[in-house]
């Protein structure tokens, strides 16, 4: 199973929509809460080069926010990544 990581705030709809979505894929996403900003917002920026949330990694490879996520298991493309 691939390694997700998603950056996401705590009362953000989008962030819930996207770990349902994984979730329901019985994917657990490595989660880093950017509430307060700091390091791991920081960090979020540098790697994805975008401020809102949630950013989502797969393998260390950049998928995007929610609606690409979402975008990617509409095109057939997401449980193949999730399978690597």
């Known amino acids: 199973m691939a390694r997700v990581e998603m950056y996401s705030k705590t009362f953000c709809p989008y962030c819930s929509r996207a770990k349902a979505l994984l979730d329901s894929k019985g994917v657990a996403a490595e989660e880093y809460n950017i509430d307060g900003g700091g390091p791991k917002r920081d960090e979020m ?8 949330v949630p950013q989502i990694f797969i393998d260390g490879r950049h998928v995007g926010g929610c609606d690409d996520l979402f975008a990617l ?5 997401l449980d193949p990544m999730l399978r690597a």
């Open 45 to 52: 920026l540098n790697r994805s080069g975008r401020m809102t």
């Open 73 to 77: 298991e509409r095109a057939g493309k």
